[in-house]
């Protein structure tokens, strides 16, 4: 009767050993999972947005070249007369000088005749190719036009067409062909180069134009990323190749109906966070087992197990390019993995994180980090600088998710990755956009924005400045010397102008000069002198000395005027100035 006691209370003892351990186990298995869903979401998210920022930083790219080549044919007119001398010499002026269109340019009619080009017919695909598709259906719409890609002499090219406009009216196209090897697309996405994954850009028919892997060009990609290429929201597509799993992110609608594609083996992609899942679940399981054989085994190997995942999961983001931060309820950072350390050079651990932020930005996280703590399971995204220890600031992108309720974590779980690189990129194709790639000055639409802007509220000075004498120096002593006197000439005039006035290169020799809040032309006339002077005075210029002179017109706009009728009447002031300087000139000769 007392061996069975003893036996009963020995099997009760395994019993409720096991129960604990089975109890242990379950809550070890759903933390796990709570984690790992948790930062498969994190990883998903975040892959998702660099594939819709790296897209839209690719349709930059391809917009500059349209703007590049709208830009020649506004500044530069074109008689349109098959085989015209002087539209041959500029067009291939234009594609000799380039970053784009090295390859050539076509002009033709609407129907699609040619009517000159920068070399032979053989050089470029015809008009009727199936390539020029996805490009004349964007004319149509009366957007600039992009191809697929087509192969000319064993040549990859891409063609970008924007309309010539006369009067109102397009009356011929131009076309400028890109070498895809060489192309703006192709240097770009050799940036996004990893060892882990491959960059490319598709066109419309699954053809790859560009790619971190070069040895890619002119191959189709997978058929299971094609059939997502017009997705304008970045997806994920899975496929198999060569026996492998693969997963790739999928940015469609870019312009020409091209795509930006990630692709990686499936492996590679959530293979870590996995990894280490099913092996802190296997320490359990081993867990269990060995727990039957007494309490004291089982506290023992939860303390092995608990200090071999922390060591892995050390080892896995420590080399990591992303910073994982956990912050307490008040924003106190808890942990910060050792890629903090490196990219930032301090820790953070202790301290407050909003410390660390920029002050511009800082009472904007703090709000949305008050917001997120109230919101349990919330997800907020955020671009933010961040402070290094050398007092510079990086630009970070931030996924915070709140999983203060999750019992492994209790705390923001934030993922940030450095995105200055691509911050970088995006202020470098914003500021060409509206400035003159010659002299640096603010070109045609950003004197028009800030000449709006101006009127809205307060008189202004609009001077008209066109060089007398410019032809002749670019005829006696090349380009490249009018070109120098042009940057020479934009920091003379900006040297003899306010802070806050606005000095604009609007074509040619001609520039723009608005003087806010001055509401009369006696105002103006100390202004107009010190810049004749300026323009007056001798130029150095390839070891000759060069005077030039200058014509200004002035007009005085009132509050409310329209900003195209004010430069047409400055403009109109200009040549009347011109008109009166050259009467005079004859006299006097």
Not at 33 to 53: I, V
Not at 108 to 132: E, Q, R, V
Not at 166 to 173: D, E, K, L
Request: glycine share 8%; proline share 5%; aromatic share 6%.
């Amino acid at each position: 009767m007392g061996a069975g006691r003893m036996r009963l209370r020995s099997w009760l003892v395994v019993g409720i050993s096991m129960a604990l351990l089975l109890a242990i186990g379950a809550v070890g298995i759903s933390v796990n999972r709570s984690a790992l869903n948790a930062a498969e979401t994190a990883h998903r998210a975040d892959s998702l947005a660099l594939a819709t920022n790296n897209g839209g930083l690719a349709a930059q790219v391809l917009l500059v070249s349209a703007r590049d080549l709208n830009d020649f044919v506004t500044n530069h007119p074109l008689s349109m007369t098959p085989q015209d001398p002087g539209d041959t010499a500029a067009l291939q002026e234009y594609a000799k000088k380039s970053a784009n269109f090295g390859y050539g340019l076509v002009m033709t009619d609407l129907t699609g005749n040619p009517l000159n080009a920068t070399g032979p017919a053989n050089m470029f695909p015809g008009t009727l190719s199936a390539g020029f598709k996805p490009l004349i259906s964007s004319l149509a719409l009366g957007k600039p036009g992009f191809s697929s890609i087509m192969t000319v002499r064993d040549t990859l090219v891409q063609a970008v067409a924007v309309p010539i406009v006369v009067g109102s009216a397009p009356v011929a196209i131009l076309y400028g062909f890109i070498p895809l090897v060489r192309s703006q697309l192709q240097e770009y996405i050799v940036k996004l180069k990893d060892d882990s994954h491959v960059s490319m850009l598709v066109d419309n028919a699954g053809i790859v134009g560009a790619a971190s892997d070069p040895a890619l060009l002119g191959t189709r990609a997978d058929p299971a990323i094609t059939a997502k290429i017009a997705t304008t929201e970045s997806v994920f597509v899975t496929y198999s190749e060569h026996g492998h799993s693969m997963i790739a992110t999928v940015n469609g609608g870019l312009p020409g109906g091209w795509a930006y594609v990630r692709t990686q083996s499936t492996a590679t992609f959530d293979g870590p966070v996995r990894s280490r899942s099913l092996t802190i679940n296997l320490a359990l399981l081993t867990m269990l087992l060995v727990g039957v054989a007494g309490l004291a085994i089982l506290g023992y190997r939860s303390q092995l197990v608990r200090r071999r995942a922390e060591e892995r999961f050390s080892a896995l983001v420590e080399h990591a390019p992303d910073v994982v931060t956990v912050l307490d309820s008040d924003g106190k950072v808890l942990y910060a993995s050792p890629s903090g350390q490196r990219i930032l050079g301090l820790s953070a651990v202790g301290s407050p994180v909003f410390d660390l932020i920029h002050p511009d930005e800082r009472p904007l996280v703090r709000e949305r980090f008050a917001a997120l703590v109230h919101d349990r399971g919330g997800l907020e995204r955020m671009q933010v600088r961040v402070r290094q220890a050398g007092g510079d600031h990086r630009w970070f992108d931030f996924t915070a998710s709140n999983q203060l309720h999750n019992p492994a974590l209790e705390g923001i779980v934030i993922n940030a990755r450095d995105i200055t690189d691509s911050r970088e990129m995006q202020d470098r194709l914003a500021h060409d956009a509206h400035h003159d790639p010659l002299t640096g000055l603010p070109n045609r639409r950003r004197l028009q924005q800030s000449l709006a802007d101006s009127l809205e509220s307060a008189p202004v000075a609009v001077l008209f400045v066109d060089l007398d004498g410019f032809k002749p120096v670019n005829d006696e002593l090349g380009h490249e010397a009018g070109d120098e006197l042009l940057r020479q000439i934009g920091v003379r005039l900006s040297a003899c102008l306010r802070p806050f006035d606005v000095l604009a290169r609007v074509g040619g020799d001609e520039f723009v000069i608005l003087l806010p809040g001055v509401g009369t032309a006696a105002e103006t006339a100390a202004v107009t002198q010190r810049l004749k002077a300026c323009a007056d005075a001798p130029f150095e210029l390839a070891g000759h000395e060069v005077r030039i002179g200058a014509s200004i017109g002035v007009h005085v706009a009132a509050p409310g005027e329209h900003p195209d009728a004010v430069l047409r009447t400055a403009d109109e002031a200009m040549y009347a100035v011109k008109h009166r300087s050259d009467r005079a000139g004859r006299h006097r000769a």
